[in-house]
Every structure is written in C-alpha cells, then in structure tokens.
Antibody, heavy 120, light 110 residues
Framework: QVQLVQSGSELKKPGASVKVSCKAS????????MQWVRQAPGQGLEWMGW????????TYAQGFTGRFVFSLDTSVSTAYLQINNLKTEDTAVYYC?????????????WGQGTLVTVSS | QSALTQPASVSGSPGQSITISCTGT?????????VSWYQQHPGKAPKLIIY???YRPSGISNRFSGSKSGNTASLIISGLQAEDEADYYC??????????FGTGTKVTVL
C-alpha cells in the first residue's frame, strides 16, 4: 500500500540545522509531487510548499523562503526537508504529504509527522 | 494569503448531524471547486475525507458529505458517532497559493 514514513523526533538548539526525511513506498516516487505542511503546537495546518519529484524543482510558500530547503533522493524514493538556523518558533510537527492520485490540489496520504523541538 | 475561516468548535450528540463551515473569498473558495476536507485525530496525521467539494475517497463513510455556496464551503457529518470526535480542516486552491488551509474546527461528541 502507499505509505510515507518520516524520520523520528528531533531536539535541536537555536541556530542548528535539522533534516527531516520522508520515505515513500507502494508507488512510483516521481509520479506525484510532495507537499510539506507545518503544525505548531496546538495550532492549525500551514502549507510550506512542495517539490516536483520529477524535476526536483522546489516551490516555497510565503514565510518559508531562505531557511527552508526541500530536496530529493529519487534512488531511495525519499524527500527531505532541511531547516537551517533554527529558531524556537520552528518548534512544530512537520508533515510530508503526497499529491492525491484522485484529484488535483488534495493530498493523500500523509506521513506520520516529525516533531522538531527547538530549545536552548 | 489568509487562512480560511472555520468555527473553533462544533458539538453534537450521537446520531445528530452537524455542519462545519469554511469561509473564504472570491479568490479561493468562491472561485474554484478544489475544496478538500481533512480529519485529524489527536496525535495523528490528517486524513483526506472530501475532495473537489463533494467527492469522497474510497473507504470514507457516506456520513461525510460536502457542499459549497458562494465563498463558503461546508462539511456535513450525519449520524454523528464517537469516532468522529476530531479536528477538521478545510483547504482550497487560491489565486495566490495552491493550498490554503482553514483555521480548523474541533468536533466534540456529547
């Protein structure tokens, strides 16, 4: 079955970097784009942007330019989110989510989420 | 791009029907039929339950239905069950962003 499995929780200090992985299985990785969504503690969902898994071209939403980097390793069907120069306000659960196979501008499935905690 | 507006909470008794609204603008909900709804149980990832305003993915209960009028989309849950207690988020395509999420609604089953 189609599945996205993300890397485990991370605890980082301000100013450090973190790299979250999202490994896909059950389908051809380069067929569907991959979205990234942030959920701060107790807050709603926020779209961060997406990466075209066929071309590798990333697109970042407003507020996620500069420190956020989307990348791929298609040889292992894995998408990555790297956050540089971490700030305490980056503390959140980060989800990868695949473009839906049944409709444009919907996502399904989602990864299980990766909690990134930034604290000194 | 501002988030779409949802009520913070909606509650109902088992067996009742409830409606969650999702209000946008003429640049998003009012302009496109790419409105989706996601269900999120505590500590879990969101799950797609409605796409393109009214369509249900395979495996989703027909107790969930969607509609749209003008700039407002709605999710209707009929025959409310304890397992429906969760957070619900709408999402729409917009002129400025392919994904704009709603503020989220907590559904409580009394």
């Amino acid at each position: 079955q189609v599945q996205l499995v993300q890397s485990g929780s991370e605890l980082k200090k301000p100013g450090a970097s973190v790299k979250v992985s999202c490994k896909a299985s059950g389908y051809t990785f380069t067929t569907y784009g991959m979205q990234w969504v942030r959920q701060a503690p107790g807050q709603g969902l926020e779209w961060m942007g997406w990466i075209n898994t066929n071309t590798g071209k990333p697109t970042y939403a407003q507020g996620f330019t500069g420190r956020f980097v989307f990348s791929l390793d298609t040889s292992v069907s894995t998408a990555y989110l790297q956050i540089n120069n971490l700030k305490t306000e980056d503390t959140a659960v980060y989800y990868c989510a695949r473009d839906s196979s049944i409709s444009s501008f919907s996502v399904d499935p989602w990864g299980q989420g990766t909690l990134v905690t930034v604290s000194s | 791009q501002s988030a779409l507006t949802q009520p913070a909470s909606v509650s109902g008794s088992p067996g009742q029907s409830i409606t969650i609204s999702c209000t946008g603008t003429t640049s998003d909900v009012g302009a496109y039929d790419f409105v989706s709804w996601y269900q999120q149980h505590p500590g879990k990832a969101p799950k797609l339950i409605i796409y393109k305003v009214t369509y249900r993915p395979s495996g989703i209960s027909n107790r969930f239905s969607g509609s749209k009028s003008g700039n407002t989309a709605s999710l209707i849950i009929s025959g409310l069950q304890a397992e429906d207690e969760a957070d619900y988020y709408c999402n729409s395509y917009s002129n400025t962003s392919p994904y704009v999420f709603g503020t989220g609604t907590k559904v409580t089953v009394l």
